[in-house]
């Protein structure tokens, strides 16, 4: 089993940064894939980025150019950089990882999966 524990969400304006900090924790993996995603209210989980085998990283369209997946092996630990957010980026972000090293983009294709974390993104 592996424990998922997200930190780092919070209200801000447009334009602001925030990063989300994801600690793992049991049978866990340095290069196990992990993702993130989001949901919104009245909408799908969808997939914000994921890392996988050799720190490949993956984004949605949306966020290409703002968001930044990255993890610290050493302490168990995954990161989203979210910069230049906007009001459609308000959501619970998940913190998701799988016991394979390649990552997927479906919410199927993970294991484990962590409470979430309130993004909201105001004027």
């Known amino acids: 089993q592996v424990q998922l524990v997200e930190s780092g969400g919070g209200s801000v304006q447009a334009g602001d940064s925030l990063r989300l900090s994801c600690t793992a924790s049991?049978?866990?993996?340095?290069?196990?894939?992990m993702a993130w995603f989001r949901q919104a209210p009245g909408t799908r989980r969808e997939l914000v980025a994921a890392?996988?085998?050799?720190?490949?990283?993956t984004y949605a369209d949306s966020v290409k150019g703002r968001f930044t997946i990255s993890r610290d092996a050493a302490k168990n630990t995954l990161y989203l950089q979210m910069d230049s957010l906007k009001l459609e980026d308000t959501a619970v972000y998940y913190c998701?990882?799988?016991?394979?090293?390649?990552?997927?983009?479906?919410?199927?294709?993970?294991?484990?999966w962590g409470q979430g974390t309130q993004v909201t993104v105001g004027t």
């Open positions: 998701v990882s799988r016991r394979g090293v390649y990552s997927g983009v479906r919410a199927d294709d993970y294991d484990y």
């Open positions: 049991g049978r866990t993996s340095s290069n196990q894939a």
């Open positions: 890392i996988g085998r050799a720190d490949y990283a």
